[in-house]
């Protein structure tokens, strides 16, 4: 039995040639979708007007993309993109941070309540964060879809091995090769017996070259640049080769299959971790709409949504690698200090409910 799964997905559906249907925005629109419809039932509970909900989800999309955006600018890469502003633009290369739109959700939030009379600041951060869970829940897969905001490395049977980063990396190294892919395999299945006690994770590496390049050129490139690059600390991090791994080769098919053999990384899934977290909070915040919606003191679902998200954001952190270089020599990293303040609101808020419910 395997104590490890290795997982890498292309991140997307659908290859449409001029673009591609990525898993990451698929499930990105579908949080958003979700959330308009549960909150269409949210108001028409609490005798709101529908038209008011397509009027917030505008101010939420617009508010999510450009908070979680400015968020990573500012926060993790603000040295890079303030010396390229143009490339801010570019969300489709990456780069979105939670607490960036976080903090775009609130001001969008204040300003749709000053928008309606009948609607008061607390009271739609009470029933936003019932929808942001679940959005959250899935905006986390997709990155899991993506392979990437990785955890550390991990002795656990549930650990990951993230291969999708290798089988880029590869590809990209030469016009001959056609495909690689990174699988898992038994150490009772691998060719050569004296590698059963060599490697702890095995995995195994093929690459697929266009038999028009002639075998003996395959197997120079292969035994010099592929296996330097096999060496490479990206590499690394999710899949260890020897410097003196032996490449099998077989020719069939059109392709020239070059196949060897290393030792997997397994990481912890933080993403999975966030996204059942995200799913959990969404329930529990919920059922308690669900049950005390007509005496429910303005802000208490705010600020629990605060403490365990951001909590679980904080201890999550632990087992997750830094997103950029120069958080690696802080206490805390970037993530975990902008979670501190905004915990610490929760239990303001909280505090606050309780004093308003008594009447204080």
Request: glycine share 8%.
């Amino acid at each position: 039995m395997l104590s490890y799964i290795v997982w890498s997905p292309k991140p997307y559906i659908l290859d449409l040639g001029f673009t591609e249907l990525r898993w990451y925005g698929l499930l990105f629109a579908l949080g958003f979708i979700i959330s308009q419809q549960i909150m269409f039932y949210i108001f028409k509970k609490e005798g709101k007007k529908e038209r008011q909900v397509e009027v917030l989800t505008l101010y939420m999309v617009v508010a999510t993309i450009i908070g979680a955006r400015l968020g990573h600018v500012l926060f993790y890469e603000p040295v890079r993109y303030l010396s390229n502003p143009l490339d801010i633009l570019k969300i489709w290369e990456g780069g979105l941070a939670s607490h960036g739109g976080a903090a775009g959700i609130l001001i969008a939030l204040y300003l749709f309540s000053r928008k309606y009379q009948d609607i008061s600041y607390l009271w739609i951060l009470d029933r936003i964060v019932i929808v942001v869970a679940i959005t959250g829940a899935l905006i986390r897969t997709g990155n899991f879809m993506n392979s990437e905001i990785i955890g550390s490395p991990t002795d656990k049977s549930f650990g990951v091995v993230f291969g999708r980063e290798v089988e880029l990396r590869l590809s990209y190294l030469a016009s001959a090769i056609e495909d690689v892919e990174i699988e898992s395999v038994s150490k009772s299945k691998l060719i050569e017996g004296s590698l059963e006690s060599e490697f702890e994770h095995p995995v195994k590496l093929i690459v697929a070259y266009n038999d028009k390049n002639k075998l003996e050129d395959v197997k120079r490139f292969s035994e010099t640049q592929l296996l330097n690059k096999l060496q490479e600390d990206n590499i690394r991090q999710h899949v260890k080769f020897s410097k003196n791994t032996e490449f099998d080769y077989n020719q069939k098919g059109g392709f020239i299959y070059v196949t060897t053999y290393g030792d997997g990384v397994p990481r912890h899934a933080s993403q999975l971790y966030e996204a059942i977290s995200c799913l959990l909070i969404f329930l529990l915040l919920f059922y308690l709409w669900n049950k005390n919606r007509s005496g429910l003191a303005d802000g208490r679902l705010f600020g629990i949504f605060l403490i365990a998200c951001f909590g679980l954001r904080f201890l999550y952190e632990f087992i997750k690698e830094n997103q950029v270089a120069f958080e690696d020599g802080l206490v805390l990293n970037m993530g975990q200090w902008l979670s501190i303040p905004l915990v610490l609101a929760g239990f303001y808020f909280i505090f606050q409910s309780f004093k308003a419910e008594k009447g204080i």
